[in-house]
Structures are given as structure tokens and as C-alpha cells.
Nanobody, 122 residues
Framework: QVQLEESGGGLVQAGGSLRLSCAASGRTFSSYWMGWFRQAPGKEREFVAAISWSGGNILLADSVKGRFTISRDNAKNTGYLQMNTLKADDTAVYYC???????????????WGQGTQVTVSS
């Protein structure tokens, strides 16, 4: 089992930045891919970003390329999502996820956090 807990969400003006953190506990986090999904009201969960266990492979949704950065610190069992130039469309609950062999862009990862709200005011 892997337990995930997100933090860092909040209210920010359009054009601003936020950094989400994902603290992991349980099994060896460093063996897992980790990633982020988001879900806006009335919409399906949407893939945002993913990073391999070593950090050497990164996937980003087209909608966040050039604005969001995903990273991880395995020594701290923590992953991060740096979000810059935020837009109103980025408003959503953001979920941290982990999986040994993920299906990447589909919301079928094994482990999920509870989510953290990000609200971008225009």
C-alpha cells in the first residue's frame, strides 16, 4: 500500500503560481511512477502530469506544457507540481497518484490521494 497526501492548494489570481506537494508513505515510493490528475466541477478526471521513479521520464498534458513542472525527491518521499501562469481553466481538485505500471493518461492508477482544491480567480 502507498498512502498519498496532497498539500499546497488554495486560491490564486490568474497569472499566479502555486506549488503542490504530495507526501507518500508506505511501500517504497521511489519504485513508483507518480503523477497528478485534476477534476473540475461537472467534468471527468483529467491527466495532468507524470514522472518516472528516477525522474528521467516525464509526461505532461498539452494543456499545461510550458506552464507546469513535475518533479520528485525520493529521499523525502515527496512529489511536486509547480504550476505557473495559472488560468481560470486550471481550477479543479488536484489528485496525486502513484502506480508501478500506470496507464498514464487514464484515471486507473492504483493509489490516489484525497485531493487538494486549486481555485484560480480571473
Amino acid at each position: 500500500q502507498v498512502q498519498l497526501e496532497e498539500s499546497g492548494g488554495g486560491l490564486v489570481q490568474a497569472g499566479g503560481s502555486l506549488r503542490l506537494s504530495c507526501a507518500a508513505s508506505g511501500r517504497t515510493f521511489s519504485s513508483y511512477w507518480m503523477g497528478w490528475f485534476r477534476q473540475a466541477p461537472g467534468k471527468e478526471r483529467e491527466f495532468v502530469a507524470a514522472i518516472s521513479w528516477s525522474g528521467g521520464n516525464i509526461l505532461l498534458a498539452d494543456s499545461v506544457k510550458g506552464r507546469f513542472t513535475i518533479s520528485r525527491d525520493n529521499a523525502k518521499n515527496t512529489g511536486y507540481l509547480q504550476m505557473n501562469t495559472l488560468k481560470a481553466d486550471d481550477t479543479a481538485v488536484y489528485y496525486c497518484v502513484a502506480d508501478l505500471n500506470p496507464q498514464f493518461r487514464t484515471p486507473k492508477w492504483d493509489y490516489w490521494g484525497q485531493g487538494t482544491q486549486v481555485t484560480v480567480s480571473s
